[in-house]
């Protein structure tokens, strides 16, 4: 028994050697990235798994190491943001990214604690000298979407569910509806704002009301409550029910999976807040760090736009959304981004 | 929409969002008539919610369409299984009930996340795909009219608790158990002086408001999320004990209360699309089943009904 024991001990040891020759990863530490996530954690499948796929994309290509040259924080609470942002701040690290407009309040008031460290926050603007803010066009991949909304309605009415009603979200709204009024003028936008990011019950039934009317594509840009949607969804298209849900913010066709292997989620609108923190990331290293700018990713700088993967689009609609992003990129079509902006596209 | 219309849009909505509700409220409603105060009901919403979406997520490859049916199995044993704690803390420590049940519910949130990422690693559950469906009830879908409102499009689970509510009336009314149920939750001493074992009573309350609330959990999980998060339940347990407190401790009472509570919450839902309400403002319609709620708290109101040892702990050698 004994001798079973210490040859154990012995292999674990030797492995433990092996695997310190194995090591690939860089040694230089005189930059390192800190990334606090928010109270959905960091494998939400939205910002703050996507910031922090950024992040780890920039580490793999220059062999960092987790805990060595780039690390997250968990906040469980709301009142961990400070805390753990300091906390970064404390341990001189170079740049310290979040995600979310949660962060607007904790940010504003950390960053200027610590002048030498370079702050970003994703998705909000923080009007700090060291806080670089990255926003995002949403209008403009809401067009995108909208496009192929528009392009997969049969009863010529398209949903909208929004959030909570303030201008962020409304972004969202003009854009999609521009991009369904530019397709066919013609095709009905029925909007409903659920005032809440985090109820799927409610998402569920303002979907199936929008259904029961006869639309039959709904862009939800809410969150946890637009979940519901998406089973709304999934159960109607498993009972025959030619109905789509378009996701929001990441890919979520896996959301949408359904008992045959397919999806109900026709394609999604996604930030790209890893490229946001990519290039965040790299400007610091850069030393071109753009502290106290506001930075706005639109669909030229692949900040926005649909998954690459659509196994729900036809060729031809990709290709059309293709085209219709082109014409955005080079300013052909203005896509509005409020409600008034809409009203004067429409016209 | 015209009002028939109006009618075969809100029904499946309602039954829909009351289901769960009863359920809980159900379960709460055998705790506090054992005289046992059960705060913790979202906790164990939470926790049957989890292991129902978990066990579904686990077991589909091999049990396909069975396997929600099989997670809410799971989801209710769960929810019995973790009462236990609040029945020992309550019963046998006698610690002040209100706080172990909200230790209940702060317990529960942070176990399923923390269980989750074990599990999944990630902090929610992985998607289902097999979760209740909307369906036509075989038959009753038929009838004109009424079949459109009430029978078509519905989840079967809401009708499943709608039956438990009257099997509940009839336990709690109409059996010897009932009896005992209700004469320890009014005059522990008194039942205990004729042979009711009170512990052994109280118990069986907890737990089965455990059960009960495992089904809420799991209802609401599969029939209206994609995956279990932390959002999943969202207070719908505090709404279940409002329920029972507005369906005075009465099944039916709470039967109705849980309709209630459904139906304000869809019409605040669907009056965005009403032609001549939906010129109102968002915020009158977010505020409209709490508007409701208090109106029929003021206008239903009148002697409590409440158990009358409720929330006191039993002891035996104070007779």
Known sequence: ?347 | MDFIQFIKIIMPLTLASAAPIISTSLGGLFSERSGVVNIGLEGLMMIGAFTSATVTVLVEPSLGVLSPWVGIIAGIIAGGLFSLIHAYVSINLRADQVISGTAINLLAGGLTIYLCQIIFNQQRTRTFLYGIKKQEIPFLSDIPLIGDAFFSKVHITSFIVILLAIIVWYVVFKTPFGLRLRAVGEHPGAADSMGINVYRMRYIGVILSGLFAGLGGSIMVLSQDIQYTHMSIHGTGFIALAALIFGKWHPIGVLGAGLFFGFSQALGVIAFQVPFLSKLPYEFFWAFPYVLTIIALVVFSGKSAGPRAIGKPYDKGER
């Open chain 1, 1 to 347: 028994m004994k001798k079973a024991l210490s040859l154990l001990l012995v292999s674990i040891l030797v492995i433990g050697l092996l695997a310190g020759c194995a090591e690939k990863y860089s040694e230089d530490v005189s930059f390192r990235v800190g990334f606090v996530t928010d109270t959905g954690g960091i494998d939400d499948k939205s910002f703050n798994q996507g910031t922090w796929e950024g992040v780890q994309k920039y580490a793999e290509e220059n062999k960092w190491k987790e805990g060595r040259q780039y690390k997250y924080i968990q906040s469980n609470e709301e009142a961990d943001y400070i805390p753990n942002l300091s906390a970064f701040g404390d341990d001189n690290y170079n740049i310290v990214i979040a995600a979310g407009f949660l962060f607007g309040d904790s940010m504003t008031e950390v960053a200027p604690q610590y002048p030498d460290t370079n702050f970003t926050i994703i998705d909000m603007v923080v009007a700090q000298p060291n806080v670089a803010s990255v926003v995002f066009a949403e209008e403009q991949g809401s067009f995108l979407v909208g496009v192929a909304a528009a392009r997969a309605t049969k009863t010529k009415k398209v949903g909208f569910i929004g959030g909570v009603d303030f201008d962020l979200i409304r972004k969202f709204h003009a854009g999609f509806a521009a991009g369904v009024h530019s397709v066919d003028p013609t095709i009905e936008v029925i909007d409903q704002y659920a005032g809440d990011f985090g109820n799927p019950g409610l998402g569920q039934q303002i979907a199936s009301t929008m259904y029961d009317q006869g639309v039959d594509v709904i862009y939800h840009a809410a969150g946890g409550t637009g979940n519901g949607a998406i089973n709304e969804a999934k159960g109607r298209r498993e009972n025959g029910e030619d109905v789509w849900v378009i996701g929001v913010d990441k890919d979520q066709y896996e959301d949408g999976k359904m008992a045959d292997g397919k999806s109900a989620v026709l394609t999604s609108m996604m930030k790209r807040v890893d490229v946001a923190a990519y290039n965040m990331i790299q400007a610091a290293k850069d030393g071109k760090f753009p502290g106290g700018e506001i930075i706005a990713l639109t669909l030229a700088d692949d900040g926005v736009g649909i998954p690459e993967e659509n196994p729900n689009l036809d060729k031809a609609v990709v290709k059309e959304i293709e085209d219709y992003k082109k014409k955005i990129v080079a300013g052909e079509i203005k896509v509005p981004a409020t409600m008034d902006e809409l009203a004067d596209f429409i016209k």
